[in-house]
């Protein structure tokens, strides 16, 4: 599968975006980072005429994670989480029989595709992405002109520059970046266009990506 189907939300006050991603053949759908509206989101899937058969967390910041209790008493549906984020995170921790952790390069199959969890620690210990097909969908590690916060508990900036230069090095070109907030002047790209253009790509070295990434903010 190339092109999934990915429907983009904008939700709530911190211009998040909330994704329904599945097999573009199929009515089932994973929804990404479940915050704010799960009534917005609710209405998404059925004007859609997709079935909700999953969540998957990108990371464990209120942001990402408002909406699970709300979601989880309408469907009883499997929470997947990175394990090392469930290990960093109460709030994770206390959805019980619903979480799902998820190592480096599980898949969570969603019909029948196979979609994959990338772990891409350094804005939280526990952040991954989710490839699916041509589409990744980024939360918090990268957008589409920087990148997370790593100064914040649980951020570590050589981390970062890890996930950045090595395993999202892996994701082709041609693949689209989905990112978690509304934060460029366009709400989708490719990853060619991102590593052409944002900053965050342009460091050969870990110390000088720290420098940059951690220089103090005006």
Known sequence: MRNPYVRQLKLGPMDNFVYLVGPAYSDEVLVVDPAWDVDAIEAAVKAEGKRLVGAFVSHCHFDHINGLPDLLSRHDVPV??????????????ELGDALRPVGPGDVV???????QALHTPGHTPGSHCLLAGDALVSGDTVFINGCGRCDMNGGNPEEMYRSLSQVLLKVPDTAKLWPGHDYADVPVTSMAEVRKKNPYFAFNDV??????????RK
Do not use: I, K, N, W
């Not at 199959?109 to 979609?115: M, W, Y």
């Not at 110390?207 to 103090?216: N, Q, Y």
């Open 80 to 93: 997947y989480a990175q394990r090392e984020e469930v290990r960093f995170s109460a709030e994770l921790r």
């Open 109 to 115: 199959q969603v019909g029948e595709e196979r979609f």
């Open 207 to 216: 110390a000088s990506f720290v420098a940059f990434r951690m220089r103090p």
